[in-house]
C-alpha cells in the first residue's frame, strides 16, 4: 500500500459519521465497580487486621482507669505516657530486651548464612551424596523426636541455662533452604563456569558471586528467622531457669498471667507520683498487659516494611521454578 492509500484509508477510518475505534485500555463500568468492590473489600479487611495493634497502643496511652473498664476503643482517653516509664522500672525488662535482641540478631545472621551456603551446595553435582543429604534434610520437616529426648540431647551438649540454645537449634531451617536451593537453580549457570575459569574455588564463587546476587531471598529468610526467634518463648519455658536469660517473650507471658501482682508493685515503685496522678496513671493489670504487649510487638512493625519490597519478590523467585 502507497503512502497516499494509507492517508486515505485512515481519513476513512476517521471521516465524520464513522464510528471510533474502541479504546484499547479502556475500562467498562463491571470493571470500574469490580476494581471499586476489590479496593474497599482489601481495605477492610487491611483494617480489620491493624486494628488488635491500634487497639493495644490506644489503651496503653490512654488513662488507666478507663482502659481497665473497656470503655476505650476507637481514640485514646486521658492520654498520658507514664505507663512505659513505669513498666521499663519491672524487673528483669532491660536484660530481656537484650537476650531477646542477641537471639534476634545473631540467629537471623546465621540463619540466613547457612540456608543460603546449603541452597547453594545442593546445587552442586560434584558434592558428595548430595541428593542423600537433601533428602535426609527434607525429612526433618515432617518427622521430630519429640520434647523429651530433644531436651535430653540439649542438656547433654550442655545448652540448658546456655545463650546458644536460642540460636543454634535455628541455624538450618529446611524450609529456609528449599527457598535458597531453587533460588540458586533460577540463577545463570554461566555465572560459576566464569568464576571457575578464573580460578575461584568454591568458596570463593558462594561468597564473591553468588550471595551478592541473592538479595530478595535473603531478604524473606531474614524476615521468616527474625520473627521467629523475636516471637519464641517455648524454649525458654523449656530450657532456660536463670533468670538472666529470659527473653522478652517469656517476660510477657509471665507478665500477663501475674499481671494482677506486678500492677501493685508497679503502683509501689511509683511512690508519691502514683499518689498524685490517681487512678489515671495508677498501674493496672489491664494497662500492664497492654503497654508490655506494645513493647513487644513495635520491633517487628517496624523492621517488616523495610525488607517487604524484597519479601515478595524473594519469596515468589525462591518458590518457583522456570
Same mark, same amino acid.
Given at each position: ?79 498520658? !505516657?507514664? =505507663?512505659?516509664?513505669? %513498666?521499663?522500672? *519491672? +524487673? ?6 537484650? /537476650?531477646? @535482641?542477641?537471639? #534476634? ?53 550442655? !545448652?540448658? =541455662?546456655?545463650?546458644? %540454645?536460642?540460636? *543454634? +537449634? ?6 529456609? /533452604?528449599? @527457598?535458597?536451593? #531453587? ?53 525458654? !519455658? ?85
Amino acid at each position: 500500500m502507497t503512502t497516499t492509500q494509507a492517508d486515505t484509508a485512515t481519513r476513512t477510518l476517521t471521516a465524520p459519521g464513522s464510528q471510533p475505534a474502541a479504546p484499547r485500555h479502556g475500562f467498562s463500568i463491571a470493571d470500574v465497580l469490580f476494581r471499586g468492590a476489590n479496593y474497599v473489600l482489601f481495605l477492610l479487611f487491611a483494617l480489620i487486621c491493624a486494628y488488635p495493634f491500634y487497639y493495644l497502643i490506644i489503651n496503653s496511652v490512654s488513662a488507666n482507669d478507663v482502659s481497665a473498664l473497656g470503655d476505650v476503643r476507637l481514640f485514646p482517653t486521658g492520654f498520658h !505516657l507514664s =505507663n512505659y516509664a513505669q %513498666v521499663f522500672q *519491672l +524487673p528483669g525488662l532491660p536484660m530481656a530486651t537484650v /537476650v531477646s @535482641l542477641g537471639r #534476634t540478631i545473631i540467629g537471623t545472621v546465621l540463619t540466613v548464612v547457612a540456608s543460603a551456603f546449603l541452597g547453594f551446595m545442593f546445587t552442586q553435582t560434584r558434592m558428595w551424596g548430595r541428593k542423600f543429604w537433601y533428602r535426609f534434610l527434607i525429612i526433618t520437616m515432617y518427622f521430630s523426636a519429640g520434647l523429651i529426648p530433644i531436651f535430653i540431647i540439649m542438656k547433654t551438649l550442655g !545448652l540448658t =541455662n546456655n545463650f546458644w %540454645v536460642y540460636v *543454634l +537449634p535455628f541455624v538450618v531451617q529446611p524450609f529456609n /533452604v528449599i @527457598l535458597a536451593k #531453587t533460588y540458586v537453580e533460577s540463577m545463570p549457570r554461566e555465572l560459576q563456569e566464569a568464576a571457575e575459569m578464573d580460578g575461584a574455588n568454591i568458596f570463593q564463587i558462594f561468597f564473591r558471586v553468588y550471595l551478592p546476587n541473592m538479595t530478595p531471598i535473603l531478604a524473606t529468610i531474614a524476615i521468616f528467622s527474625a520473627v521467629t526467634q523475636w516471637n519464641s518463648f517455648q524454649d525458654t !519455658l523449656i530450657y532456660i531457669t536463670d533468670q538472666s536469660l529470659y527473653t522478652l517473650q517469656y517476660l510477657l507471658y509471665m507478665f500477663i498471667n501475674q499481671a494482677s501482682s506486678l500492677a501493685q508493685a508497679a503502683q509501689n515503685a511509683g511512690g508519691n507520683v502514683g499518689q498524685i496522678a490517681g487512678l489515671a496513671t495508677e498501674q493496672t493489670p489491664t494497662s500492664i498487659r497492654m503497654t508490655v504487649s506494645v513493647l513487644v510487638v513495635l520491633p517487628i512493625i517496624f523492621v517488616y516494611p523495610l525488607f517487604q519490597r524484597f519479601f515478595v519478590k524473594g519469596i515468589m523467585l525462591g518458590a518457583v521454578k522456570g
